[in-house]
């Protein structure tokens, strides 16, 4: 069985979650995963995931961090990193038949990023974002013509 680049990608900081990190595993299907850690104050995360099979791996470190995704995706894999505060990640992929790979690091303060939609450019995509005051938007949807 070949191991995913995303569980690569955080096998350190599986070996350090806390114990007040969530791990759910769903069994019902293929296999999908979600592991959310935070640490801080005020960190939320709002998702809404529909996928035959995935990995979801998001980590919060500081303080008024949010992450909200909506996903509708056949395979989907996401690492979201964030460390500081005040930085927003909005993700909104309505592709049903692609498979999705995002990664997103965060490090810094009151950065925000807008990823909506999906197609094959954005698929694997990683965004790194290090500083503060930054606004990233990145547009995916396909021309109607």
Not at 41 to 46: A, I, K, M, S, Y
Request: proline letters at 2%; hydrophobic letters at 40%.
């Amino acid at each position: 069985m070949r191991i995913p680049n995303i569980i690569k990608c955080c096998i350190v900081f599986l070996f350090l979650l806390p114990l007040n990190a969530v791990i759910a595993q769903d069994k019902s299907t293929l296999g999908s995963t979600v592991i959310i850690q935070q640490i801080g104050q005020q960190n939320t995360l709002d998702a809404a995931i529909t996928s035959e099979k995935g990995t979801h791996l998001s980590f919060q470190t500081g303080n008024k961090n949010r992450i909200q995704i909506r996903s509708r995706a056949h395979n989907t894999d996401a690492l979201l990193l964030q460390q500081g505060a005040n930085n927003n990640i909005l993700l909104v992929h309505n592709q049903p038949r692609l498979q999705t790979k995002t990664t997103v690091f965060q490090k810094g303060y009151n950065q925000n990023l807008f990823m909506l939609g999906n197609n094959r450019m954005s698929d694997q995509m990683i965004v790194k974002m290090k500083g503060k005051n930054q606004n990233i938007l990145v547009r995916n949807f396909r021309r109607q013509r």
